[in-house]
């Protein structure tokens, strides 16, 4: 299983940006996804995951209402739209994914099998 994060950039404070983590190889689109978040000296946080049907999802308190995840499963990507940012949501984000079809959405980075190298955000005040 191979990830590819894209979309980070630099963006004002209330601005959007979406990224994208293209998978290939398996457990590809059949197994649960996630976005994690990092920044230097803290541990990866949970922001948002997935279920590989797209019909479960859950988010960190910081970021519902802002952020919404989804898949397309046919193009074995998934998505992180980012709206409203705030300073706060700077870091790297990784995707991740489970490493079977059969365990479902997860908030706990332990439960990932397969990470991306990142992709970095950086939201300006």
């Known amino acids: 299983e191979q990830l590819s994060e894209s979309g980070g950039g630099l963006v004002q404070a209330g601005g959007s940006l979406r990224l994208s983590c293209a998978t290939s190889?398996?457990?590809?689109?059949?197994?649960?996804m996630a976005w994690f978040r990092q920044v230097p000296g803290k541990v990866r946080d949970f922001v948002a995951t997935?279920?590989?049907?797209?019909?479960?999802?859950y988010y960190a308190d910081s970021v519902k209402g802002r952020f919404i995840i989804s898949r397309d499963n046919v193009k074995n990507t998934a998505y992180l739209q980012m709206n409203s940012l705030k300073p706060e949501d700077t870091g790297t984000y990784y995707c991740?994914?489970?490493?079977?079809?059969?365990?479902?959405?997860?908030?706990?980075?332990?439960?990932?099998?397969?990470w991306g190298h990142g992709t970095q955000v950086t939201v300006s005040s």
């Open positions: 997935i279920s590989w049907s797209g019909s479960v999802a």
């Open positions: 991740a994914v489970r490493r079977s079809s059969e365990l479902g959405a997860s908030r706990q980075a332990a439960e990932f099998a397969f």
């Open positions: 190889g398996r457990p590809g689109s059949s197994a649960a």
